[in-house]
T-cell receptor, first 112, second 114 residues
Framework: DTAVSQTPKYLVTQMGNDKSIKCEQNLGHDTMYWYKQDSKKFLKIMFSYNNKELIINETVPNRFSPKSPDKAHLNLHINSLELGDSAVYFC???????????FGPGTRLLVL | AQKVTQAQTEISVVEKEDVTLDCVYETRDTTYYLFWYKQPPSGELVFLIRRNSFDEQNEISGRYSWNFQKSTSSFNFTITASQVVDSAVYFCALSGGRDDKIIFGKGTRLHILP
């Protein structure tokens, strides 16, 4: 009965590969997000979707592509992985952009 | 532009001491929201509190309390009688503006020593 879940929890891959991270929420929320947390713990929003529609798209390389098949899912696909992509990626959801965001457990990505 | 400053990078206190984590924010919006999140060593982000800009009442939840002062643009967090389990990184955050994006502070790492 996890509220916001992400898979996988850990991802170790080689530079140049393509990988996806999946996120699902069972809270009935309309808005979902992807955040990146770097090694210094700095949290920055990457994308936000509201009812499957992209509403926030920060300055993120276009190698990162979010996809929302329905309002309960927001996946993140990363092409041509680079060393600098190593980070923890958090998915979150909320009723609306002003409401509290609830976070998934994070996906620890390590690019070798 | 919106900004959240957590000037204390790292704090260490001995168990049972009280500790206050500072948060100062900048915004031009009249309607905005402030948050605190906790990130324990296990890594998850745990929501603690949300406060809107029109509600300056202080909040107490067990050993946790929050002091919101619009006059100084601060939203400080106090842990009373700290415990080792309080050891974590604490993030203050602000949302508002046209897209209601959340901006996080850089976090304060709190060590509670036994």
């Amino acid at each position: 009965d996890t509220a916001v879940s992400q898979t996988p929890k850990y991802l170790v891959t080689q530079m140049g590969n393509d990988k996806s991270i999946k996120c699902e929420q069972n809270l009935g929320h309309d808005t979902m997000y992807w955040y990146k947390q770097d090694s210094k713990k700095f949290l920055k929003i990457m994308f936000s979707y509201n009812n499957k529609e992209l509403i926030i798209n920060e300055t993120v390389p276009n190698r990162f592509s979010p996809k929302s098949p329905d309002k309960a899912h927001l996946n993140l696909h990363i092409n041509s992985l680079e060393l600098g992509d190593s980070a923890v990626y958090f998915c979150a959801s909320s009723w609306s952009r002003r409401e509290t965001q609830y976070f998934g457990p994070g996906t620890r990505l390590l690019v070798l | 532009a919106q900004k959240v400053t957590q000037a204390q990078t790292e704090i260490s206190v001995v168990e049972k001491e009280d500790v206050t984590l500072d948060c100062v924010y900048e915004t031009r919006d009249t309607t905005y929201y402030l948050f605190w999140y906790k990130q324990p060593p296990s890594g998850e982000l745990v929501f603690l509190i949300r406060r809107n800009s029109f509600d300056e009442q202080n909040e107490i939840s067990g050993r946790y309390s929050w002091n919101f002062q619009k006059s100084t643009s601060s939203f400080n967090f106090t842990i009373t009688a700290s415990q080792v389990v309080d050891s974590a990184v604490y993030f203050c955050a602000l949302s508002g503006g046209r897209d209601d994006k959340i901006i996080f502070g850089k976090g304060t790492r709190l060590h509670i020593l036994p």
